[in-house]
């Protein structure tokens, strides 16, 4: 099962969400709060996915069929029409597994958008993925998209196709994108002290949350990553983790444990959209929680969380 099959469920635009209780303490806003300066070029989004409903020209994976699609397309055109207006000029795609291992469409966009795309791609583990993953970088991915798989992680980590994908990534600078549970942090943490010049970048807050409480444990132990220098956070899929409601407030602790423990320069926001749009949930809501709403982050702090972090690693 892949990423938002396994979160959310595959038909998003019916599920309901949970409403769970903040463990971390209340939280409160500081009234007018002014904007961090845009920059020249604009906002990076960190996490986004699209695919077409063109299943003729790109196909879907094998047993994937389009009445499972969370939406029957989500396109560039259809995400510029989120990102456009709220000044996000540069986005990190992050293949769909509808597709599985076949980049095609994540390419062609990268391919037709130069210059506003960069990719996070997903490789048959088996099937030398190091071969592949160098075949892509030279397409434009700068990362590979990894969840774990078996009983046990730390078997998972150590299979030799793994062991290759993370020698290859110190190597050649590709970023190991890890969506993960805060159950596996531990063998995230002896893998990211294994392989010390891997670039390892943690997703939605390792889903902490997506059940409704954040528990505290959890958020130690992804503080705890931070002991590795080669591991970032996305700050992102607000709408699936705690409250799961806007203004999404009820995450500003973990943020902020999060930003004392990593610093800004390995912290990035991303949307996960084309899930952030859905239902009652809007982008702008999600860029604004990090770009005006929280009052304990400097404009210096959001260049690094809207931008700079993500123009590091992936463009």
Not at 55 to 68: I, Q, S, W
Request: charged content about 25%.
């Amino acid at each position: 099962m892949y990423p938002h099959q396994a979160m959310l469920g595959s038909e998003l635009s019916r599920r309901q969400f949970v409403q769970g209780a903040m463990g971390l303490g209340a939280w409160s806003l500081a009234g007018g709060l002014a904007n961090a300066e845009k920059p020249a070029d604009g906002w990076i989004d960190a996490h986004v996915h699209v695919w077409t409903g063109d299943t003729e020209r790109y196909p879907l994976k094998a047993g994937m069929t389009k009445d499972r699609m969370a939406v029957p397309s989500f396109t560039p055109e259809e995400l510029f029409a989120h990102t456009g207006p709220c000044g996000v000029r540069r986005i990190v795609l992050i293949q769909m597994s509808y597709y599985g291992s076949d980049n095609s469409y994540m390419l062609d966009a990268m391919e037709r958008h130069r210059g506003v795309f960069a990719g996070v791609a997903i490789v048959n583990e088996n099937d030398h993925p190091c071969k592949s993953m160098l075949a892509l970088a030279d397409k434009g991915v700068r990362g590979f998209r990894l969840r774990p798989s078996g009983p046990s992680a730390d078997d998972w980590f150590a299979s030799p196709p793994l062991t290759a994908m993370f020698r290859c990534g110190a190597e050649h600078g590709l970023a190991m994108c890890l969506l993960v549970d805060p159950e596996h942090l531990p063998a995230v943490d002896r893998m990211a002290k294994k392989n010390p010049d891997t670039p390892i970048v943690i997703d939605h807050f390792a889903r902490i949350g997506a059940g409704g409480e954040i528990r505290e444990p959890d958020v130690d132990a992804l503080c705890g990553l931070a002991k590795n220098r080669n591991v970032c956070v996305k700050t992102s899929a607000f709408y699936a983790l705690g409250k799961k409601k806007a203004p999404y407030l009820d995450l500003a602790p973990m943020i902020r444990r999060l930003l004392d423990a990593f610093g800004p320069p390995r912290l990035m926001w991303a949307s996960d959209s084309p899930f952030q749009v859905i239902n009652e949930h809007t982008y702008r809501d999600s860029l604004d929680l990090i770009r005006s709403r929280i009052d304990f982050l400097s404009d210096s702090d959001r260049q690094w969380l809207l931008g700079k972090t993500a123009d590091r690693l992936f463009f």
